[in-house]
């Protein structure tokens, strides 16, 4: 069954920069197209970034364009999000979800997620 | 960037009754449309999407409709299980999603 597990997270001062990752299994990455979505606390979803199944192509939400920057390595099965200058509106569970589109035809559908990873960044 | 206006905000139900949600954006997204459940301290689960299309798994009492700017999703009688918060999300760049609306017991 798809497994989507995130890691990265944790307590971060403004301005610090901070990688999540997000391994994939159970199903054939490189096939997919990945989001990260995230969550503040108490409060709703808000889509990220999204990389197309090979990387050549990526979407960032305007609050963190220029900031973040989503990547992968479908050697490793992994998804990644560097954030730098972070702010304490970055504050949030972040999910990493896959498409439900295969390939060269992405639906911009989220059918599985991961449980989350925490950031917090504060002074 | 499309602006997704779920109401209400609450909906209060009893089990077995019939729950209406409503999703409105600010521009006409054609289908382009989908709904999460989520409950407490879980992700998100795919409901509908497509604006009408079940998800895999997903009961035949949860159904979606609407066009445009308008969408609907509609369960038809509430089972315990369905006592969450509904997202919509809008399917076209900046992906966008709705306030919520959650649905508690009465």
């Known amino acids: 069954q798809v497994q989507l597990v995130e890691s990265g997270g944790g307590v971060v001062q403004p301005g610090r920069s901070l990688r999540l990752s997000c391994a994939a299994s159970?199903?054939?990455?490189?096939?997919?197209?990945m989001h990260w979505v995230r969550q503040a606390p108490g409060k709703g979803l808000e889509w990220v970034a999204v990389?197309?199944?090979?990387?050549?192509?990526?979407y960032y939400a305007d609050s963190v364009k220029g900031r973040f920057t989503i990547s992968r390595d479908n050697s490793k099965n992994t998804l990644y999000l560097q954030m730098n200058s972070l702010r304490a509106e970055d504050t949030a569970v972040y999910y990493c979800?896959?498409?439900?589109?295969?390939?060269?035809?992405?639906?911009?559908?989220?059918?599985?997620w991961g449980q989350g990873t925490l950031v917090t960044v504060s002074s | 960037e499309i602006v997704l206006t779920q109401s209400p905000a609450t909906l209060s139900l009893s089990p077995g009754e019939r729950a209406t949600l409503s999703c409105r954006a600010s521009?006409?997204?054609?289908?382009?449309l989908a709904w999460y459940q989520q409950k407490p301290g879980q992700a998100p689960r795919l409901l509908i999407y497509?604006?009408?299309s079940r998800a895999t798994a997903i009961p035949a009492r949860i159904s979606g409709s609407g066009s445009g700017t308008d969408f609907t999703l509609t369960i038809s009688s509430l089972e315990p299980e369905d006592f969450a918060v509904y997202y919509c999300?809008?399917?076209?760049?900046?992906?966008?999603f709705g306030g919520g609306t959650k649905v508690e017991i009465k």
């Open positions: 521009q006409s997204v054609s289908y382009d």
């Open positions: 159970g199903f054939t990455f490189r096939s997919y197209s």
């Open positions: 497509d604006a009408s």
């Open positions: 990389s197309s199944y090979d990387g050549s192509n990526k």
């Open positions: 979800s896959r498409d439900k589109g295969y390939g060269d035809y992405p639906t911009n559908w989220f059918d599985s």
């Open positions: 999300q809008n399917g076209r760049f900046p992906l966008t």
